[in-house]
């Protein structure tokens, strides 16, 4: 509290259901500064939140409802640009390592930094981790007459967030289909992760594509503060209730 960090993490929690974990070479040792994301040593992850109070039709009125259509198919199309993120970074690192190489000072000098952005590639193109999320769940739920903590608005946020995880990997097989899977990617390493098979489960269709190419990306979400991005978009952040509905 007196940093700002999260209480508790369920450590125990967060290694049964990280998709990364079937690989030794992703085990998660941490997480980044903020916490939202569980990380393996020099990984990296680009973030990027839907504002979920775009997709509520007739906000504030007895009619408000969720555009689920619409939102799947934005949450399947961002899948494929965060991927495409991925291939952005490896090029601004690739360049970073061209600078440390061609710099005058001696190897012996610059050798243990040439090091770290390395290894922080190599993780980046072995398993192309991604991090989409969301923003505006408060807002979305008053938007739609839930009081943010109650049993429907509880309901309303695990029905969003399912759609979310669904479309994403789906997105991420298909892509695999098309692209190529992650590099390390094993499909006996990973068949019967709890977490994995839960969310397949719910995407129609996909199995086949799935045990035949795979996944594109090592794992997919991650649900972030969003300060300053929901601020700039105007509604609450991440999963977080509204802080004050007024204040002087």
């Known amino acids: 509290w ?22 030794k070479e992703f085990k998660t040792i941490s997480t980044n500064p903020c916490s939202e994301l569980p990380l393996c040593a020099y990984d990296s992850c680009r973030l990027s939140a839907i504002n979920l109070f775009e997709y509520v039709i ?45 710099d005058p000072e ?7 930094e040439l ?14 981790r991604t991090g989409l999320g969301q923003m505006g769940l408060a807002d979305a739920g008053a938007a739609m007459g839930l009081k943010y903590g109650s049993e429907d608005f509880n309901r309303f946020a695990e029905y969003v967030n399912a759609m979310l995880a669904t479309e994403s990997y789906k997105s991420s097989v298909f892509m695999a289909k098309e692209r190529g899977a992650f590099p390390i990617w094993n499909l ?13 489960s719910n995407a129609r269709g996909i199995g086949d594509n799935y045990i035949k190419y795979g996944r594109r990306n ?26 004050a509905l007024s204040y002087n």
Not at 71 to 83: I, P, S, T, W
Not at 106 to 112: A, G, L, R
Not at 190 to 196: F, G, K, L, T
């Open 58 to 102: 007739e906000p504030f009125t007895e009619k408000a409802n969720f555009d689920e259509k619409t939102f799947k198919r934005d949450v399947y199309v961002a899948q494929r640009m965060m991927d495409n993120l991925v291939d952005l970074e490896a090029e601004k690192i690739k360049a970073i390592i061209n600078k440390i190489i061609s």
């Open 2 to 23: 007196k940093t700002a960090e999260p209480g508790v993490l369920f450590w125990d929690r967060i290694i049964e259901n990280s998709p990364a974990d079937c690989y």
């Open 218 to 243: 090592i794992a997919n979400l991650t649900i972030a503060p969003t300060g300053s991005i929901s601020i700039l978009a105007g509604v609450s952040s991440g999963i977080e209730p509204v802080f």
């Open 188 to 200: 006996e390493k990973e068949y019967n992760h709890p977490y994995i098979a839960k969310v397949l």
């Open 115 to 128: 090091k770290v952005w390395k290894k922080i590639l190599n993780k980046l193109l072995e398993g192309r």
């Open 106 to 112: 001696d190897m012996s000098i610059k050798e243990v």
